[in-house]
């Protein structure tokens, strides 16, 4: 079954999320101050632990990634603040 769960993450260069390995994010938004990631996801799917960093605008995005490799998966706005998150691929 696919279901779109929400996985709020903390303002913080890392952040460390278990969720089923086919994950699709659909959307990155502050909702009530935290950035939150919603992605679809089929509950049957074995779950992994995925690694995701955040940047703020001018900042080094690969600054904290295992590999130096990273996805983007989108921004949000939190306040006067453009926050970019992405997968690392390390």
Do not use: H
């Not at 999320?17 to 679809?40: C, H, K, N, S, Y």
């Not at 590999?67 to 306040?79: K, L, T, Y």
């Amino acid at each position: 079954m696919r279901v779109i769960y929400k996985y709020p993450l903390e303002v913080a260069k890392r952040n460390k999320i278990e969720m089923p390995e086919d994950w699709i994010p659909r959307l990155f938004e502050g909702q009530d101050g935290v950035p939150t990631l919603w992605a679809e996801v089929d509950l049957s799917y074995k779950k992994k632990e995925f690694n995701f960093l955040i940047s703020k605008t001018g900042k080094d995005v690969t600054m904290g990634s295992l590999s130096g490799a990273v996805d983007f998966v989108g921004s949000c706005i939190i306040g006067k603040n453009v926050l970019f998150l992405y997968r690392d691929l390390g």
